[in-house]
């Protein structure tokens, strides 16, 4: 069996009563135990000697639970103070352990080279967007000519296509006028031939019609120049078509140098027209070359955005150096990381400073004492004779080994009214109020057992010692809430050692009640 422990500084509310010291009470309640014991061992039978144990009744009352223990004095809001910019410590005009107020500087920088750096990133950050806007401007430039030769060469492609239109008319009216004129050539040779056999069947129908009239013709010869006759119409009639055929040589040799005139003109043409070709097609491809494509474009603007986010940086930074360091709000310098002169990289913690308005105590406790902790339960707080009022604010979620060793867990109770007095780091007294309740089962502490079961209390019934398992509520130091396991008026031994066993029979002997 083991005897339960507690560490709570309680008290149970008790009716005024009078100045009685508590020395002369126990001396006299411990007086009559033995009395009584010595009275029952001397004139009870040897074998009928049963041992005497102390016995209360278990009543109602009412319990108030605290806890008292102690923690180290400690801020709630730290903050630790890192380095906005890569640049060079100026002052610290601050001191471990000093007190500061919001606004007040805590570290300064030397903004020389600070502000070199920001001077020469605009100065890229101009020669970026210079360079960056001439070159758009020329692709521009090259796009409006591109525009333009384009146009320019549609036009004199259509001239061009025109103009090779007329000489290809030019030199089909010269080819048919070579033809007109070996045609006329054979048309004319045509002519002397049918001429010459006109006249050569006029000779015969002479030579006939002279015949007939000296002596006449035979059948045969007038048939001959019947015959005669019609052929000289039917070659009439066909040198007649045939000199309509024949053109003049001079005409059509004036024909021919009118075209090759004009062919020479409108080649002439076409080769103006083809040297302007060449000259819009070159401006073309030039301007073409000139045009930036839509990549180049936006790595030209990627250039420019990346020198202004360079000097915004920049500028940024020297704003930030220049400012320098300064409290959020009123507190004291727990830590100092930096000094002067040396160079301190973005991230690089500087300075800590911990709130002096918003303190509290940080205490350890034992998952014994944890399950009776609730958030918001008042406390009260001293530190070097004065008092404060608190709560608690919060309970850790990890368990942290303790100096002796068991798992301790860190609560904090925020302090309603710090003042100047408190210092970080010290230790101070801490009493938190667990809870009251009223009208409820209650035995001595003393009372209270535990083994491998649970809680349990010996109780006497008809002499005999009788174990009952029991759940326990609020405790203070002297008494114990029994929620169940027994009731009101149930006698129990409030001192158990190892002789007290369930089922043996004994005498009890109540502890009374001092008097008032």
Known sequence: MFQRKGNMKTFKEKKPKKKIKKSKI??????????????AGVFAPKEEFRPMVDTADAVKGTIVSTLDTSGKIASELTRVYASPVDAQVGEIPVALGESVERGDFLLTYDTVSLQKNYDIAQLQAMAEDATGNDTLAKSNESARDLAVSSS?????????????????????QATQNELDTNNNTAASEEVSRLQAETESIEAQISALETKKEQGGLTEKEKESLKNLKEK??????????????????????????????????????????????????????????????????????YSQQASRLTLEKSADNLSRAKAGVTADFD?????????????????????????????CVEASVSKYNLADIQIGQTASIEFQDKQYTGSVQKISKIAQQGESGSAMVTVKVHIDNPDDSLILGLDAKVNIDLGTVEDVVTVPVSAVNSDTQGD?????????VVKKYVTTGLSSKEEMEIKSGIEEGE??????DSSIMEGMEVIDAPVPEPTE
Do not use: W
């Open 26 to 39: 126990v001396i006299l309640a411990v007086v009559f135990v033995i009395v009584v014991r010595i009275v």
């Open 456 to 464: 349990f209390i010996y109780t006497v019934e008809d002499g005999i």
């Open 331 to 359: 507190g004291i310098v727990t830590e100092i990381q930096a000094s002067a002169g040396t160079m301190a990289t973005e991230g690089t913690p500087l300075i800590t400073l911990a709130s002096a308005r918003d303190m």
């Open 232 to 301: 000289r119409k039917s070659k009439r009639d066909s040198l007649a078509a045939k000199k309509k055929t024949v053109r003049s040589s001079a005409e059509l040799a004036n024909n021919m140098t009118n075209i090759q005139a004009q062919l020479s003109q409108k080649n002439s043409q076409l080769s103006e027209l083809q040297s302007k070709m060449a000259e819009a097609e070159s401006k073309k491809a030039s301007s073409e070359s000139g045009i930036l494509s839509e990549a180049a474009k936006a790595n030209i603007s």
């Open 152 to 172: 320019e060469i549609q036009t004199i492609q259509g001239q061009i296509d025109a103009l090779n239109a007329e000489i290809n008319s030019l030199q089909a």
């Open 491 to 496: 006698k129990i031994i409030i001192t158990v």
